[in-house]
T-cell receptor, first 111, second 117 residues
Framework: RKEVEQDPGPFNVPEGATVAFNCTYS??????FFWYRQDCRKEPKLLMS???SGNEDGRFTAQLNRASQYISLLIRDSKLSDSATYLC????????????FGDGTTLTVKP | DAGVIQSPRHEVTEMGQEVTLRCKPI?????LFWYRQTMMRGLELLIY????????DSGMPEDRFSAKMPNASFSTLKIQPSEPRDSAVYFC???????????????FGAGSRLTVL
């Protein structure tokens, strides 16, 4: 079993739709959680950190469920520009060297 | 801030040749990481440094791969000899000092796309 697992998709949604991605992790000692975004042929970039209490940044909401060991990303009112691959990242301590990336979920938003 | 700078952006070489990839981390970031990304294997951590010292190289595929960080502003990843299966995008990333706020947030360079024929 992979340490971090994501549904690869692809998710194809119309503009304005709400879409949610889940990510599960195997190490219960994991401490830090993130979503990164990667555009085609570009580098991954931090989208948002995920906090235990859940956090929101505009149209994006991230949540953490430690008991079930998963994190989620909700995108409301999807835009064409949201089309990308979303990578779930889990760190086992505060050292980024222990970060593990999921394989990513691909989202395509269509007009 | 110029971000993480990688060179070359693209490299096409023949099997058996030596390849050297270069990275300049963000100034003040004390941790540096080399990743490799392929469709089949996703994003893999090859090696990471803290304060110029290699901390974990368990992800380096084999002895053909080597990495150095002679100072805080420069690192190289070398493949010698290169093979077609080394074809991938190689990313360098940096993060703030180990243990500092934001230490587990990675900033990636634009990547070096390597093709070995």
């Amino acid at each position: 079993r992979k340490e971090v697992e994501q549904d690869p998709g692809p998710f194809n949604v119309p503009e304005g739709a709400t879409v949610a991605f889940n990510c599960t992790y195997s190490n219960s000692a994991s401490q830090s959680f993130f979503w990164y975004r990667q555009d085609c042929r570009k580098e991954p970039k931090l989208l948002m950190s995920v906090y235990s209490s859940g956090n929101e940044d505009g149209r994006f909401t991230a949540q953490l469920n430690r008991a079930s060991q998963y994190i989620s990303l909700l995108i409301r009112d999807s835009k064409l520009s949201d089309s990308a691959t979303y990578l779930c990242v889990v760190s086992f301590n505060t050292n980024a060297g222990k970060s593990t990336f999921g394989d990513g979920t691909t989202l395509t938003v269509k007009p | 801030d110029a971000g993480v700078i990688q060179s070359p952006r693209h490299e096409v070489t023949e099997m058996g040749q030596e390849v050297t990839l270069r990275c300049k981390p963000i100034s003040g970031h004390n941790s540096l990481f080399w990743y490799r990304q392929t469709m089949m294997r996703g994003l893999e951590l090859l090696i990471y440094f803290n304060n110029n010292v290699p901390i974990d190289d368990s992800g380096m595929p084999e002895d053909r791969f080597s990495a150095k960080m002679p100072n805080a502003s420069f690192s190289t990843l070398k493949i010698q000899p290169s093979e077609p299966r080394d074809s991938a995008v190689y990313f360098c990333a940096s993060s703030p000092t180990w243990g500092a706020a934001g230490a587990n947030v990675l900033t990636f360079g634009a990547g070096s796309r390597l093709t070995v024929l």
